[in-house]
């Protein structure tokens, strides 16, 4: 077989390390061609004649490529390669990829580790990243599509897809925060257990981004998305010596394409006037709390980045803008709110509210320096 998942390890790592250039987004199109070249978006003709292996290792390979494409199409604002309406999308088995290469007792006692609906007891990530990204590709949809109707109830789909999904999860999948952080768990469960609720968190947000940019009227239900998926990914930030080594290398991952579109949201929600149409004003304690949420971010987002990364002009722009609204935000006021020169002709969010030009949050200079643009 042309794609082997060892050598789609080495190119995840290699994303996660510097998934902002051009290298990068080459490589994830080569492994597309090759997916499609290799017929693995086809379904498995005369299944009962082929080995075990075989089967479902073209499933992973298929889960692996189409999540990425999935993920790098949202961070990037562009459309997928790999489609889900053009394909056969078989959900895989949830087991890590040396139980491909066993037989007899070993491949038995691995498969004893799935419960009745195929989830992994030990706990792996690979079957709840294909459920993710199919809804993540819809909404995707609902964000780059060009004539879409009834966008109201694509969303009310959407988020009951995302809804049912998440409380279809077998309860130790979903571990709460104050247990996931508890002294002895193993590092690499810990990091796996993480990354399902990120998966989750980071769709209801990309949900409710699209609901707002469709002009439906939820500032403060994508506010409090935003806040919950921020402090998510700030547990993992402040608690990385817990995560697994390869967790540490995914972490700058998780805080652009999640913190930073949160950290966005809340920065542009606390610079609105009160008066402002369609915001609700928060009370102390949630401002309180918001404010040290960005606090976090901010002061350990340097450890994630060394000049000469990928990922370098990423976070330090990300970090300038952040701070720049911080000080906006800290700053007494002197005058009323009310007058702020913000835009206020239209109680909808306008089309580029997430980072608006005032912030230096600008989509284009934040997210796709001009030395990456491809």
Request: net charge neutral; proline share 5%; charged share 20%.
């Amino acid at each position: 077989m042309a794609i082997k998942v060892s050598s789609l390890n080495n190119w995840r790592q290699y994303t996660y390390q510097s998934f902002i250039g051009f290298k990068a987004w080459r490589r994830l199109n080569h492994a597309s061609s090759a997916l499609f070249a290799d017929g693995l978006h086809e379904t498995v003709k005369e299944r009962q004649k082929l080995p075990f292996f075989i089967i479902n290792l073209r499933q992973q390979i298929f889960a692996r490529i189409y999540g990425s494409d999935i993920s790098f199409a949202v961070f990037l604002g562009r459309p997928p390669r790999v489609s889900k309406r053009f394909c056969f999308t078989n959900m895989p088995l949830d087991v890590s990829e040396d139980t491909y290469y066993m037989t007899g007792n070993d491949l038995d006692q691995k498969l004893q580790q799935l419960d009745r609906a195929g989830w992994n007891i030990v706990g792996l990530i690979i079957r709840w990243s294909m459920i993710t990204s199919t809804i993540l590709e819809d909404t995707l949809e609902t964000l780059l599509g060009r004539g879409i109707s009834d966008i109201p109830q694509r969303i009310l789909e959407l988020r009951s897809k995302i809804s049912q999904a998440w409380n279809d999860l077998p309860s130790f999948l979903t571990v709460p925060t104050h247990d996931l952080w508890q002294k002895g768990r193993p590092c690499h469960e810990v990091d796996i257990l993480h990354q399902i609720r990120l998966f989750y968190l980071h769709t209801t947000f990309l949900i409710e981004w699209a609901a707002s940019r469709n002009s439906l009227d939820n500032a403060r239900v994508l506010f409090a998305n935003a806040s919950e998926l921020l402090e998510w990914v700030n547990n993992a930030l402040v608690r990385r010596e817990q995560l697994s080594d390869l967790g540490l290398v995914s972490l700058a991952w998780r805080v652009a394409s999640c913190a930073l579109p949160a950290a966005g949201v809340i920065a542009w929600y606390l610079l609105q006037p009160s008066s402002r149409m369609g915001l609700v004003k928060l009370d102390p304690a949630s401002r309180r709390h918001s404010i040290e949420n960005l606090s976090v971010l901010i002061a350990h987002m340097g450890a994630l980045h060394d000049p000469g990364d990928g990922n370098y002009q990423l976070f330090c722009q990300a970090k300038n803008a952040l701070q720049s609204a911080m000080d906006t935000i800290l700053q007494p006021s002197t005058t009323d709110q009310s007058q702020t020169p913000l835009d206020m002709s239209h109680p909808a969010i306008p089309p580029d509210w997430l980072y608006p030009d005032y912030l230096g949050l600008g989509v284009e200079s934040w997210f796709v320096p001009s030395s990456a643009k491809v």
